[in-house]
């Protein structure tokens, strides 16, 4: 199995800063990284996908980053309604596996 | 507009059986692979099984392999979770999540509001 860890568990940012979220693999896994936001008793929503690909309708203040075993979550000028847990997602396996999550609250 | 809407969980004893439901709209349903995804409340994700667009491959974690089984009714545009000999570690939130991709696994880009799963005796 993969295990993917993702750096910090927690953080407390300020609206305008930026933030930069790490998810290191446990093998190579190439560019097969997703990231996903999740508001408490929501869904999570897709935010980019293979690594760098911002999908549909998130703002571009979101940006990914990364290959291999190392990858980046980036949010610019971080806005009130950033505050939430973010996950990462390998599908290099047949056995697909997320990080632990990173909670982020906005002061 | 891409819908996705799960029913059918609830409270079952540990070892009993339950069937999940996820019913899709706004989208050509059989083009798209769907996975089932799970979070124990308070926790974290986890990938719990996919099936391909056409129904014929399909995929399953090793916690539940054996346990739980996946299938879907292109013609009705339905997914389905049998869920067997559950235990209380199943105890989840169970979402139904498009797959961005027709064959398999790969990323999740629609998800339903979830259903509640708990096992307990």
């Known amino acids: 199995e993969i295990v993917l860890t993702q750096s910090p568990a927690f953080q407390s940012v300020s609206p305008k800063e930026t933030v930069t979220i790490t998810c290191r693999a446990s093998q190579n896994i190439g560019g097969s990284l997703h990231w996903y936001q999740q508001k408490p008793n929501r869904p999570p929503k897709l935010l980019i996908n293979?690594?760098?690909q911002s999908f549909s309708g998130v703002p571009s203040r979101f940006s990914g980053s990364g290959s291999g075993t190392e990858f980046t979550l980036t949010i610019n000028s971080l806005e009130v309604e950033d505050a939430a847990t973010y996950y990462c997602q390998q599908s290099s396996s047949s056995q697909i596996t997320f990080g632990q999550g990173t909670r982020l609250d906005l002061k | 507009e891409v819908q996705l809407s799960e029913s059918g969980g609830g409270l079952v004893q540990p070892g009993g059986s339950l069937r999940l439901s996820c019913a899709a709209s706004?989208?050509?349903?059989?083009?798209?692979?769907m996975n089932w995804v799970r979070q124990a409340p308070g926790k974290g994700l986890e990938w719990v099984s996919g099936i391909s667009g056409p129904g014929d491959g399909t995929f399953f974690a090793d916690s539940v392999q054996g346990r739980f089984s996946i299938s879907r009714d292109n013609s009705d545009n339905m997914l389905y979770l049998q869920l067997n000999n559950l235990r209380a570690a199943d105890t989840a939130f169970y979402y139904c999540?498009?797959?961005?991709?027709?064959?398999?696994?790969?990323?999740?880009?629609?998800w339903g509001h979830g259903t509640l799963v708990t096992v307990s005796s």
């Open positions: 999540a498009r797959d961005l991709a027709h064959g398999g696994s790969t990323t999740f880009d629609y």
């Open positions: 706004g989208f050509i349903f059989k083009n798209y692979a």
């Open positions: 293979y690594a760098s």
